[in-house]
């Protein structure tokens, strides 16, 4: 079945400064791969997404990219700020149409 | 608004009882979802349902039943709880296949 791998585990940031949260996936067939954030004690929600036929998404700090050839997708978060800390997590869509998702990144943004 | 519903928020049992976890969602959404979570080990896929006629199960399915009473309703069932199932369980919807996932505000069970 789908396996998603998600890397740091933990990123501790200066505010302001950039971060990188990375994803690789096992099934080829997966064609639609959503990052959700949760902050602490609250439900994981969907802050990007990016489907098979885009290379690239960006909405104002945040972006995604993808990867089909590597299997690998990525966030980034620019200016980050204290309000960015949370977890982190990435999922692909799989061929079946569930959504499987990686551990999880603990995120720290320092004032 | 819509939105994703589970009941109980928090519930404390003891090993070999039998429990139901309850989700409701009045989004209309065909698909439903029980995922859990535990520290280090993000959100893990236990049963998935794409209609009312269709279960299927997911990456750690073992130990754990459902039923889908309707397309708004989606139990899950731990039929003899252990303490390793001690964790927060999540029953999430979504309208088909490549579409957003939302997510109730979760079930914190605590098996002793």
């Known amino acids: 079945g789908e396996n998603v791998e998600q890397h740091p585990s933990t990123l501790s940031v200066q505010e302001g400064d950039s971060a990188v949260i990375k994803c690789t996936y096992s099934d080829s067939a997966s064609n639609y791969f959503p990052w959700y954030k949760q902050e602490l004690g609250k439900r994981p929600q969907l802050i990007i997404d990016i489907r098979s036929n885009v290379g690239e998404k960006k909405d104002q700090r945040i972006a995604v990219t993808l990867n089909k050839t590597a299997k690998h997708f990525s966030l980034h978060i620019t200016e980050t700020q204290p309000e960015d800390s949370a977890v982190y997590f990435c999922a692909a869509g799989g061929s079946q149409g569930n959504l499987i998702f990686g551990k999880g990144t603990k995120l720290s943004v320092k004032p | 608004d819509a939105d994703v519903t589970q009941t109980p928020r928090n519930r404390i049992t003891k090993t070999g009882k039998r429990i139901m976890l309850e989700c409701s969602q009045t989004k209309g959404h065909d698909r439903m979802y029980w995922y859990r979570q535990d520290p280090g080990l993000g959100l893990q896929l236990i049963y998935y349902?794409?209609?009312?006629?269709?279960?299927n199960k997911g990456e750690i399915s073992d130990g754990y039943s459902v039923s889908r009473q309707a397309q708004a309703k989606f139990s899950l069932s731990l039929e003899s709880a252990i303490p390793n199932q001690t964790a927060l369980y999540f029953c999430a919807t979504s309208a088909r296949a490549g579409t957003e996932a939302f997510f109730g505000q979760g079930t914190r069970l605590t098996v002793v």
């Open positions: 349902s794409f209609d009312v006629k269709d279960i």
